[in-house]
C-alpha cells in the first residue's frame, strides 16, 4: 500500500505519511540520520491533530516529502 501524502518536519525528526485505506490512516515515523523508527499508526485526522499538539508542530512546520 503506497501512501498518499509524505510530509516531514523542518528539523527532519519524523516522517508523516498519509494512507487512504477504507478509513484516513497516518504512519509517524522518528527519524535520525538514515533510520527510522517502527511506525506509530493514528486513525483520523483528529488523532494526528493530537499528536502534532503534543509534539508542538503546527501544520507550518511540514514540508512537502
Request: no cysteine.
Amino acid at each position: 500500500m503506497d501512501p498518499s501524502a509524505v510530509w516531514r518536519d523542518k528539523q527532519h525528526k519524523w516522517r508523516i505519511e498519509a494512507y487512504r485505506a477504507p478509513d484516513l490512516r497516518f504512519a509517524i515515523f522518528a527519524t535520525n540520520g538514515t533510520t527510522e523508527s517502527a511506525p506509530l499508526w493514528l486513525f483520523g485526522m483528529a488523532a494526528l491533530a493530537r499528536w502534532l499538539m503534543t509534539h508542538a508542530i503546527s501544520l507550518d512546520d511540514l514540508e512537502v516529502d
